[in-house]
Every structure is written in C-alpha cells, then in structure tokens.
C-alpha cells in the first residue's frame, strides 16, 4: 500500500507539501514516475516543471541516494531499507479544468499533476490523507475512508480523480437508474438547483437510455465557478471539473454554455472514458501516445453532446441549431482545413498542443470532427430510414469494445459506421477525416435528407468581415491574430502579428464600435517589427459564413427523418 499526506503552511504561496511512503518490498533501487500528460488533454505538459524540494528518507529518517533518470523519472536507492518516504513540494497556481491550485480558500487537485507511482507497482492500493483545516469538505470521486481520508484501488483510479477541498462548496444530487449524480459548486455563486436538477437530469436521462447503461457507480459534476469570465472542462472516469464564470452570469447568460459543456463530459464517461483508442489502452503516462481517432474522443461528443440536449428537451431547435452554426462558424474560419486533415490535426495535438499556432496549420478535433459526425449520422439515418443512427454506432463501440476491455482501432470505428450507413460513409472518411477537400458540398447532400440548407450569412466581426482580418487587444495594442488568404487585408500585406496604431488617424479602444458607421473604406497604420506605413482598405465580404436553415418547402420523407434524426 502507498500512503500519501498532503498539506500546506502558506497557502497564498501556493506551495503543497506532499509526503509519499510506503514499504521497498526488499528491492534495491525504486523508481518514482510523475506523469507528463494528463489523459483528456494530448499534449505534453511536464508537470516536474512545478516540483520543488524533492528528498528522499529511510525508516530512520535518514537520506537515501537518489537521482533523476529523465525529466520525470527519479531512481531512489533503497538497499537494507524497509520503508521510504518521499517528501517535496509542488507550486499549485493554475486555475483551470486540468491544473492545480492552493490559496487562502480552497486546495483543488489534480493527482495526475503532482502524485507518483512506483515503476512495476501501478495497481497498488493508495490512501491519501489531508491535513486541512475541519471545516473543509472534500469533493471527489474517490471513496471516503474518513472526512479528510480518500482511497484509491489504483494509481489510474487515483490520476482520474481530481479533488476540491473547501469549506465553500454547494452540493446537490439527483439519481438515474440506482446511480448517484453529484453536482458540486466551489466559488461565489447561487445556483438556481430546481433548473439545474431537472435540466441535468433530464440529458442523462437521455444519454443513458441510449447507451444503455452508466459505466460506473456515481458520478460527480465538480465545478469551479469563479468571479471572471472562464471556460473550461475536462472528463475523468466518474467525474468532470468544469471551470465557469462569472459567477454573476452562470443562471442567466452563461447557462446555455453551462448546459453544454456538461452533457459534452458526460458523454465521456462512454466515449474516449470507456470507448478507448487501442493507442491508450491502457495509458502511457511518461510520453506521448499518439492516436488519429481524436475526431471519434472530441467529433462524436462534441455533436452528441449537443444532440443530447435537444431530443432530451433541455435544448430547443434555436438553442440546438446555434451548436451547429457556432461549429459551422469555426470550421469556416479557420483556414488550416485546407492544409491538414482533422484525423492528422488530432495527431499533432502532441506536437503543438491547443494552441492556435502558425497561421492556417491544422483543423480542429472539436468542430470540424463534429461536421463529419452530422454528416455521417445522417447519412445512416437515410441509410435506414431511421432506425439506425450515430447512436447506434456508440452504443456498438460500447458493448463490442469498451464493455469487452479492449481499446479500438480506426478500422472499427470505420467499418462500424459503414455497416449502418453504406458506400456514402466512404466518401466522408477519405473526403473530410483523412484528406482536406471542401466539407460544404458533401454537408449540403447530407442535409437535403432532412430539409436542411445552407443559407449565407455575413460575418458579424466586422473587421473579418469587411476586410480579412481578426484583431484582438492585448496590452492595450490591437494585434492581428487571424488574416485571411487573398483577403483585401492579405493582398495589402498585412499579416499575423502586426499591430495597429492608428484607425482614421487617431488611436481607438477597438475596432468593433468605430467600424460599424464606415461605409466604403478605412485608413490604417500599420506598424511591423522593422518598419510603419498607412494602408488604406476598402470595405469588402471576407471572411464569409453560412447557417442552417429549415427547407421550408421539406417535402413529408424529409420532415420525417429529421423528426428521426433529433428524436
């Protein structure tokens, strides 16, 4: 058994003290890995970067011999020694859906952040001790063995089960089907719990139905809701952390967005939680592991997640088809659909992570993997008249795969949408997944099935719009972050990077308030790394959109399978 306590002295510093023991079984030497990723996130992120102090003792307190093999791999040397303990402190100051984060409030975790495991010892048992102050309740999908005492059977069920302690968080609950859901508040905020409990239970409800069944036991919505405009979350095994703010906003403006990032990480618990890639089965915490199904882990649950919504009755079509157009709106404005195929921009997360990066470069897992799951629904819908659909293809990766302990491959998923949505699956695969032809012919085809159409739509960035570019403050500079090819703007030179200084001669605040009364063209000064010039732009259509529309002339089959598609 492996035994950690954690606590803290100064919490303003943001520094953890950790002490790790637990017996050598006799060995010579042990190695201690601290991941260097975290599943949900497929990028490198080299948590031995926020370690400090790092010392190892015997059962008598005295220093044993220790060195670091790599970046995160520590070799301890344990001859005629019973017991070791580890002691080090880790700097928890990233408030996110994935990091950690210590202050005078609350000790939020992340364990695959900032907790080992013993090379060769993976499945032992661990229990994890805090010392805090009592009045602190910890959330967590962990079993409690005491208030401040949490048990993990493993160090994937441990890396999997982030925590918030706090002596501010709201709680409240609902049941499906014997399965505990739990939904956990820390922050300033007052949740409207009648809407929020019927809301929430009527999508898995409804993401249950379909799947059948609930992978496991309980669940917990753990959510940091904090006081400034936030969005993020991230899916565990049992559990999601989902950042959110402003606090102000969360019952009103923001509630559509905390809807759907919620049905999107539950949707986890089956797909890419359950429903795994053979590349991750199981998990290779010290390097990359490298898959091309990023459109099946994000694509699917980015469109079902939305789906769940509406044939739940949470969502009504407004609500739902802005998911669409908003996914519609990304692909269309980022250009590095031209260049990389969604299956190979999945893969290259590893290299470059979620940055945005050099101009162009790739596509996106989340909305561009979504537009080939509509297609392909679709496509099985008419295939079979609706009977079957993407629900049906899920829950086959489900019961074949996942309740089979075993990981797919790209083949399955391929074969498995062919055989409900015949030769057109083929054509979506080569087309769109693996090559980077146009998506809108093929998604115009798709949505002819159920009396859809894609209508134009003007940009509403106006600077996007008129000229080809997206501008953002930063430092109170307004800097060119998107430029589109053979725009006006790209046809005046102008390019990622470049700042402006002047608008019709004098310094503005933003571009959006100025642009809205300019009727033909704008004078811009320009400034680059070496050089300053006025550019003189007349207004244009860039940067152009399209929306979903209703067919309102759908004949009886098409309102028929749309009525299938949503239902």
């Not at 306590?5 to 079984?25: A, G, L, M, Q, V």
């Not at 403050?473 to 998107?482: A, G, M, P, T, Y």
Request: glycine share 6%.
């Amino acid at each position: 058994m492996i035994h950690y306590n954690i606590s803290y002295n100064n919490p303003h510093r943001h520094f953890i003290d950790f002490e790790f023991s637990t017996n050598t079984n006799g060995q010579k030497s042990m190695l201690l890995q601290l991941p260097a990723w975290r599943p949900g996130r497929y990028e490198l992120a080299n948590y031995a970067q926020n370690i400090q102090k790092w010392d190892a003792f015997n059962e008598n307190g005295e220093n044993l011999s220790f060195q670091k093999l790599t970046k995160d791999l520590w070799e301890v040397q344990t001859q005629n020694t019973n017991t070791i303990t580890i002691r080090y402190t880790y700097y928890a100051n990233q408030l996110d859906a994935g990091a950690s984060y210590l202050d005078e409030s609350q000790l939020y975790l992340n364990p695959v952040n900032c907790c080992y495991y013993i090379v060769g010892r993976e499945q032992e048992e661990y229990h994890i001790k805090f010392d805090i102050p009592q009045n602190y309740i910890i959330a967590c999908g962990l079993e409690k063995l005491d208030k401040h005492i949490l048990k993990a059977n493993c160090f994937d069920e441990l890396a999997e089960c982030p925590m918030i302690a706090s002596n501010n968080i709201q709680h409240n609950s609902y049941e499906i089907g014997g399965v505990p859901f739990n939904i956990w508040m820390q922050g300033p905020c007052t949740p409207k719990w009648e809407v929020i409990l019927k809301d929430f239970q009527a999508f898995t409800e409804s993401q249950i139905k379909h799947f059948g069944d609930f992978p496991t036991k309980e669940y917990h919505f753990l959510f940091q809701i904090t006081p400034y405009k936030s969005y993020h979350g991230v899916e565990h095994t049992n559990n999601t952390v989902i950042l959110l703010g402003p606090a102000d906003k969360i019952n009103e403006d923001r509630y559509e967005e905390l809807l759907g990032v919620s049905s999107h990480e539950l949707y986890h618990s089956w797909n890419i939680k359950a429903i795994r890639p053979v590349e991750m089965y199981p998990y290779d915490y010290t390097k990359e592991n490298y898959f091309r199904t990023g459109y099946v882990a994000e694509g699917v649950t980015t469109y079902m997640g939305d789906v769940m919504l509406y044939n739940s009755g949470v969502f009504d079509w407004d609500q739902f088809i802005k998911t669409q157009n908003q996914n519609l709106e990304r692909h269309l404005m980022n250009y590095g659909r031209k260049n990389l195929s969604v299956a190979d921009s999945g893969f290259d997360n590893w290299l470059d992570g979620y940055k945005l990066g050099i101009p162009n470069r790739k596509n996106s897992i989340y909305p561009d993997g979504a537009l080939c799951m509509l297609m392909i629904d679709l496509h099985i819908i008419k295939n079979t008249n609706g009977q079957d659909s993407l629900h049906s293809v899920m829950k086959d990766m489900y019961e074949k795969f996942a309740l089979q302990n075993k990981g797919y491959t790209e083949k399955d998923f391929r074969d498995i949408c062919a055989h409900y949505g015949g030769n057109e699956i083929e054509n979506i695969f080569n087309n769109h997944i693996y090559d980077t032809k146009d998506y809108i012919p093929s998604l115009k085809k798709a949505l002819e099935f159920i009396g859809l159409t894609l209508e134009p739509k003007k940009n509403p960035n106006l600077s996007a719009q008129y000229f080809g570019f997206v501008a953002i403050k930063e430092n109170s500079k307004i800097i060119i972050r998107l430029v589109e090819p053979n725009s006006v703007a790209d046809q005046n030179n102008i390019a990622v990077g470049d700042e402006i200084t002047l608008i019709d001669g004098k310094k503005r605040d933003g571009l959006k308030d100025y642009l809205k009364d300019c009727k033909d063209k704008v004078n811009f000064i320009i400034k680059k790394k070496f050089s300053e010039k006025e550019i003189t732009l007349p207004i244009s259509n860039c940067y152009k959109l399209l929306i979903f529309e209703k067919d309102e002339n759908a004949n009886q089959e098409q309102l028929s399978l749309r009525k299938k598609w949503l239902s």
